[in-house]
């Protein structure tokens, strides 16, 4: 994994720890985890972040870090990739989790004429909330396993690679001194 490349991008805990606004959670700060990249750590941000990214909740930053404080993952991956669901990527990815979850329900699907009114988002949300929900849950599940085992494999597999570099090498310079 680029880990040089992620803790150049990432703040530092000091840097957290020293911002005033963030002062009052020093004391969460001092599981060294939550801030080191290795496979263990970057694989469970994975997993609360994927997870709560899929869900349409308010605050999902604040449960992804949460979640990541609790399976002692690295907060940082954990809190970004909650924005996989941003402003841009939001209605499709939960009009697809509502399809997917009318399709588990076997519920008819509804067609949306959109309203920007509150009353149209309250009656919509009533009518929709729980196809919604269950196929959010469902994708949220599966994201958050796949990438789980996906940052394992590839974290493996980037491991292998260089050890198999190393010996290579190690072969190469064994040869080139037995010719001097």
Same mark, same amino acid.
Not at 18 to 36: K, M, T
Not at 128 to 151: C, D, R
């Given at each position: 994994?680029p880990?040089?490349?992620?803790?150049?991008?990432?703040?530092?805990?000091?840097?957290?720890?020293?911002n005033?606004?963030?002062?009052?959670l020093?004391?969460?700060?001092?599981?060294?985890n939550?801030?080191?990249?290795?496979?263990h750590?970057?694989?469970?941000a994975?997993?609360?972040?994927?997870?709560?990214?899929f869900?349409?909740?308010?605050f999902?930053?604040?449960?992804?870090? %949460? *979640?990541?404080?609790c399976?002692? /993952?690295?907060?940082?991956?954990?809190? !970004?990739l909650?924005? $996989?669901?941003?402003?841009?990527?939001?209605?499709?990815?939960?009009?697809?989790?509502?399809r997917?979850?009318?399709w588990i329900?076997?519920?008819?699907?509804?067609?949306?004429?959109v309203?920007l009114?509150v009353?149209?988002?309250?009656?919509?949300?009533?009518?929709?909330?729980?196809?919604? %929900? *269950?196929?959010?849950?469902?994708? /949220?599940v599966f994201?958050?396993?796949a !990438?789980?085992?996906? $940052?394992?494999a590839?974290?493996r597999?980037h491991?292998?690679?260089?050890?198999k570099k190393?010996?290579?090498?190690?072969?190469k310079?064994?040869a080139?001194?037995?010719?001097?």
């Amino acid at each position: 994994m680029p880990k040089k490349l992620l803790q150049k991008y990432f703040p530092s805990p000091e840097q957290v720890r020293s911002n005033p606004a963030l002062r009052f959670l020093h004391p969460l700060f001092a599981r060294p985890n939550l801030w080191h990249i290795n496979r263990h750590s970057v694989a469970r941000a994975f997993v609360a972040g994927l997870f709560f990214a899929f869900l349409p909740i308010p605050f999902q930053m604040f449960f992804a870090a %949460l *979640l990541a404080y609790c399976i002692n /993952a690295n907060l940082p991956i954990s809190v !970004g990739l909650v924005w $996989i669901t941003n402003p841009l990527t939001m209605p499709p990815i939960f009009y697809a989790t509502y399809r997917l979850g009318t399709w588990i329900m076997d519920l008819p699907t509804r067609t949306f004429q959109v309203e920007l009114s509150v009353e149209w988002l309250l009656y919509e949300l009533n009518a929709i909330w729980q196809p919604l %929900l *269950l196929g959010s849950f469902v994708v /949220a599940v599966f994201f958050a396993t796949a !990438g789980y085992f996906t $940052i394992h494999a590839i974290w493996r597999t980037h491991i292998l690679r260089n050890l198999k570099k190393r010996r290579l090498n190690r072969i190469k310079r064994a040869a080139e001194n037995e010719g001097f």
